[in-house]
């Protein structure tokens, strides 16, 4: 597992701006953190790097926020709500998880045994001096975007 730092805003952004340059249709990957712990930051910044430009929330009370960007269908999910991870297939929401898609997960845990595995995992959490994002790889396709992604992050920071 690789590890981070996130002293300030910019570099949350600048983590987003890196992994839009990896994304591709298929993955799917899970923002782990606390409440407030700059999920729904990374993905905003995700979305203004591939183009978007209308504003982002947070899917906590809609389930899933829908952006098509140039010809990418990218599905931002938060069960932060769900009481029984049944909740997931009641909504309807695996029809989302489709090759041609990429979908970012916060509070995949709350739709356990539901929702699918993740190519790729960001936990985010505080410490003292701003933020940490820790990475897991659990596929191939996510052992490359996670290879591109580190690649880019660390040119961006020399």
């Not at 069960?79 to 970012?104: K, T, V």
Request: charged residues 25%; glycine residues 8%; aromatic residues 12%.
């Amino acid at each position: 597992m690789s590890e981070i730092n996130l002293p300030d805003l910019a570099a949350s952004e600048a983590l987003g701006k890196a992994l839009a340059a990896c994304l591709h249709p298929g993955l799917v990957i899970y923002l782990q953190g606390d409440l407030g712990a700059g999920k729904t930051t990374l993905a905003r910044s995700l979305l203004y790097a591939l183009g978007h430009e209308g504003p982002v929330k947070s899917p906590t009370y809609a389930l899933v926020e829908v952006y098509v960007v140039s010809r990418l269908y990218l599905y931002h999910f938060d069960f932060y709500r769900f009481m029984l991870p049944e909740e997931f297939l009641d909504a309807g929401l695996d029809e989302y998880f489709r090759e041609d898609s990429i979908c970012l997960v916060e509070w995949p845990d709350k739709a356990f045994g539901y929702v699918p595995s993740a190519d790729l995992v960001l936990s985010l959490r505080e410490d003292g001096a701003g933020r940490r994002c820790a990475f897991a790889a659990n596929s191939e396709e996510g052992r490359r975007c996670l290879t591109r992604l580190l690649a880019a992050w660390r040119a961006a920071a020399s």
